[in-house]
């Protein structure tokens, strides 16, 4: 029976790719029988299984006829050569589907939105060993987009819907953007479910002239509200705990309210943000953010009290862009106190600062969350104004140049290689706040170094930061092949130093190693990296652990 079975599938493949003529020949025959000497146990018998294959003349395509095509007015000759199958082609089933779906394709790309495209149907002719091919093509006419039009506008508006899109009415209709809003509305996160439907408002006036439909939109709201926490314990941190709530379409649309607040050990935040996605076009937000908190680190202290505003153009899973950028502002009133001295306390200064944050990068890698190749590169510069209570008034700006790598060098491994260097010209680094000051070292830096280790150091031996930085890395992702080729290993070395010039040196740099472990999910790697100093000074701790998300460059 397995045999038959087989013989039938073989007859069809050879069908598929032409061949309908071909005899196929099944012969089954039983080996000798090798019989135990024990009574109680049946006969072993060798079956052997044999198919001989005659697959006789290939069949060739006969008529080709492509239904009403020739109603696509202008269009009908390209979209007929966009269906490249020709009489007397060699006849093959799976072309046939290939290219039926190619010409769906160009239909909908052209302009024509409501296209039908049915089923082929191949008429095989043993005595002409030709097949003739019948395939359904209704073209109609080609449109124009017209308005997108919400079926709910008081939850998201026909206009705000309209920013989201990739068109602009009267350009020729695309089926790909229609598909490309679909999804960009689902990215929201404020609906479940969306429809996204063309629906003609004007019809064309003539052949080969455009009508106009318009993108009637269809959406089943989804949650809303989030109530999010965490608790947690850390040595030399203490306790932590975080706790949110927003309301992501409390300003519709798509104005989110967050109300969020840290109640630690070593810090303690109140804070509230506001935030507009897809802000007058897409992948444009708009943030405003208010929050007063306390931080205590082996640094400095501070007590800040902080708002900000920034305007993004971001880069998306949805789509990657090549470049983008932000800039902002930033107003905050932030009395902060540099760790003990000699056993001494360090009175505390009062900084009033407003900064003007700007960043713009360039991203050519091939993934956003895990790069495999392509290369990235950043550029932050933030001028700044600093008033010091009882002191001057100074002027410099923060500068932070980011260079980053990808190369494959097998079909499992790749490297890739990281170079960060900062600046803070403009003042001494006695008129700079200590939170405004570069240091290195943490899971997102110089690996195998705790948060903020690496840099000058005051007579305490805590970290006092500085006014430049240079970062290097560089690590091997290498495919283990475990569970379906979600896991991998990254060997890595790191090193970085800190500076009270403003020039970037390498002299001083601390150097860290380890060994990471990825595992690869939808929504990117988890990353988990376990480093040691190779250089370490008297208080570097000798293993740090670190777990996040997303490679570390």
Do not use: C
């Amino acid at each position: 029976a397995r045999a038959r079975a087989d013989r039938e599938l073989i007859a069809q493949l050879l069908r598929i790719y032409g061949y309908y003529d071909a005899l196929v020949t099944q012969t089954v025959g039983k080996g000798a029988a090798a019989v135990t000497p024990s009574a109680t146990q049946e006969a072993r018998a060798d079956v052997t299984v044999r198919f001989d294959i005659e697959p006789g003349t290939r069949f060739r395509f006969g008529a080709i006829d492509l239904g009403h095509i020739d109603r696509a007015g202008p269009d009908a000759a390209a979209l007929r050569r966009t269906f490249a199958i020709a009489p007397g082609d060699p006849l093959d089933n799976d072309r046939i589907v290939a290219q039926r779906n190619a010409l769906d394709t160009a239909l909908g790309e052209g302009g024509h939105t409501f296209a039908k495209v049915g089923d082929p149907g191949l008429v095989v002719d043993h005595k002409r060993l030709e097949g003739d091919l019948t395939l359904p093509v209704e073209p109609g006419g080609i449109y124009a987009y017209g308005p997108v039009i919400s079926q709910q506008p008081r939850f998201l508006s026909s206009g705000h819907l309209a920013d989201i899109a990739r068109f602009k009415p009267g350009q020729l209709y695309k089926r790909t953007q229609q598909e490309d809003l679909r999804r960009a509305i689902l990215a929201t996160g404020l609906v479940a479910s969306v429809t996204v439907t063309p629906r003609e408002t004007a019809p064309p006036p003539s052949p080969g002239q455009a009508g106009t439909v318009a993108m009637d939109v269809a959406m089943v709201p989804g949650p809303l509200r989030t109530i999010a926490g965490a608790v947690g314990y850390e040595t030399g941190n203490g306790f932590r705990l975080e706790g949110s709530w927003e309301h992501r379409n409390f300003f519709p649309p798509e104005g989110m309210l967050r109300l969020r607040g840290v109640a630690g050990t070593l810090e303690q935040l109140a804070g509230t943000t506001v935030r507009w996605n897809n802000w007058h076009g897409r992948d444009q937000v708009l943030t405003l953010d208010l929050y007063a908190n306390t931080v205590q680190r082996d640094a400095y202290t501070a007590r800040t009290i902080a708002f900000g505003a920034s305007f993004e153009k971001l880069t998306t899973l949805l789509f990657q862009k090549p470049w983008i950028w932000a800039a902002g502002l930033e107003i905050l009133a932030t009395q902060e106190r540099e760790s003990a001295v000699g056993g001494q306390t360090v009175p505390r200064n009062t900084f009033f600062i407003a900064a003007l944050p700007l960043r713009g990068a360039l991203d050519y890698s091939d993934n956003l969350l895990d790069p495999t190749r392509g290369w990235r590169a950043g550029l932050r510069v933030s001028p700044e104004i600093s008033k010091q209570q009882g002191g001057p008034t100074v002027q410099y700006a923060r500068v932070q140049f980011d260079l980053s790598a990808y190369r494959p060098v097998s079909s499992r491994v790749v490297l890739a290689a990281r170079a960060r260097v900062g600046t803070t010209p403009g003042t001494d680094l006695a008129n700079i706040a200590p939170s405004r000051r570069f240091y290195a070292g943490g899971g997102g830096s110089v690996r195998g170094y705790g948060f903020q280790e690496i840099g000058p150091r005051n007579t305490a031996g805590d970290p006092s930061g500085g006014r430049s930085l240079v970062e290097l890395s560089v690590e091997a992702r290498i495919g283990t092949g475990l569970l379906e080729g979600a896991v991998e290993l990254v060997p890595f070395l790191d090193a970085g130093t800190v500076a009270e010039s403003i020039t970037p040196t390498l002299s001083g740099l601390r150097y860290g190693a380890g060994l990471g472990l990825r595992y690869k999910t939808g929504f990117g790697p988890i990353r988990l990296d376990v480093g040691t100093p190779l250089n370490p000074r008297p208080g570097d701790s000798r293993v740090t652990v670190s777990v996040a998300l997303g490679q570390a460059f």
